[in-house]
């Protein structure tokens, strides 16, 4: 069966480190991303480097109507989907829940929980026996602020890797029995511009001394634990959500 896999916000930090581990891993790739077409489409010609195919594809994952198109356009040009990493996600400036305005929440709801059920649906619809499918595997990522909080900071964040647990834990146990393997990565401090994206450049810098390995995670430390659950070698894993966090 030929290996074909969704990674959402897979142009740059963990979601492009997981593209090109899952390329030498002998995946095909569509690359979403969600405005960042350069660095999506240099992620997909590294894909093709490594001889497998790639597609770049534009879709906001909290917008029903391009999560449809994208997965539609998969099965055109490569197949069903096989895997799905549901990896989109976005960080606001830190700010304390007194001060967070509906339209904040809105947008980082639409896209860290309802991408995620979007995606997710789409794929059980392809990969589940129940559906005509032949199996495969979703895994969502997390956070450790699932666990921790963020308090004065990314509480809304925190709430929604949270739901991601949540769904994950359900999602596995409903579709275990149809072929569908459904598990979470809980990253910790990791070396990528999201923090950047979230106004805290100097995050990283700030917390490495909380972490009892006393540094960041690199994206590639966590594409490893990814693409592993994506893979046979994890086929009784389901509903599993592994920390990868440095002991934080």
Same mark, same amino acid.
């Given at each position: 069966?030929?290996?074909?896999?969704?990674?959402?916000?897979?142009?740059?930090?963990?979601?492009?480190?997981?593209?090109?581990?899952?390329?030498?891993?002998?995946?095909?790739?569509?690359?979403?991303?969600?405005?960042?077409?350069?660095?999506?489409?240099?992620?997909?010609?590294?894909?093709?480097?490594?001889?497998?195919?790639?597609?770049?594809?534009?879709?906001?994952?909290?917008?029903?109507?391009?999560?449809?198109?994208?997965?539609?356009?998969?099965?055109?040009?490569?197949?069903?989907?096989?895997?799905?990493?549901?990896?989109?996600?976005?960080?606001?400036?830190?700010?304390?829940?007194?001060?967070?305005?509906?339209?904040?929440?809105?947008?980082?709801?639409?896209?860290?929980?309802?991408?995620?059920?979007?995606?997710?649906?789409?794929?059980?619809?392809?990969?589940?026996?129940?559906?005509?499918?032949?199996?495969?595997?979703?895994?969502?990522?997390?956070?450790?602020?699932?666990?921790?909080?963020?308090?004065?900071?990314?509480?809304?964040? /925190?709430?929604? $890797?949270?739901? %991601?647990?949540?769904?994950?834990? =359900?999602? +596995?146990? !409903? #579709? &275990?029995?149809?072929? @569908?393997?459904?598990?979470?990565?809980?990253?910790?401090?990791?070396?990528?511009?999201?923090?950047?994206?979230?106004?805290?450049?100097?995050?990283? /810098?700030?917390? $490495?001394?909380? %972490?009892?390995?006393?540094?960041? =995670?690199? +994206?590639? !430390? #966590? &594409?490893?634990?990814? @693409?592993?659950?994506?893979?046979?070698?994890?086929?009784?894993?389901?509903?599993?959500?592994?920390?990868?966090?440095?002991?934080?």
């Amino acid at each position: 069966m030929t290996k074909i896999a969704i990674i959402t916000g897979g142009s740059r930090g963990i979601g492009a480190a997981t593209a090109r581990l899952a390329a030498a891993a002998g995946y095909d790739i569509c690359v979403n991303y969600a405005g960042d077409e350069a660095a999506a489409h240099k992620v997909a010609g590294d894909i093709e480097k490594l001889g497998r195919r790639a597609m770049p594809f534009q879709a906001d994952v909290g917008d029903e109507a391009a999560v449809k198109a994208m997965f539609e356009e998969v099965d055109r040009e490569f197949g069903p989907v096989t895997a799905l990493v549901n990896n989109a996600g976005i960080v606001d400036l830190p700010q304390p829940v007194a001060e967070m305005t509906a339209a904040r929440l809105q947008q980082m709801f639409a896209t860290n929980i309802l991408g995620c059920f979007l995606c997710a649906r789409e794929a059980v619809l392809r990969m589940s026996t129940r559906y005509g499918g032949s199996g495969g595997a979703i895994v969502n990522l997390s956070s450790v602020a699932a666990v921790l909080g963020s308090p004065g900071q990314y509480v809304d964040y /925190a709430a929604s $890797k949270g739901a %991601i647990d949540a769904m994950t834990i =359900g999602l +596995a146990r !409903e #579709v &275990a029995n149809e072929g @569908v393997r459904v598990n979470a990565v809980r990253p910790g401090i990791i070396d990528t511009d999201i923090h950047a994206s979230g106004g805290v450049p100097d995050r990283v /810098a700030k917390l $490495k001394d909380t %972490i009892p390995m006393k540094r960041p =995670g690199s +994206a590639e !430390e #966590v &594409a490893e634990t990814i @693409v592993w659950l994506m893979s046979d070698k994890a086929s009784y894993c389901a509903g599993a959500i592994i920390d990868v966090t440095g002991g934080r």
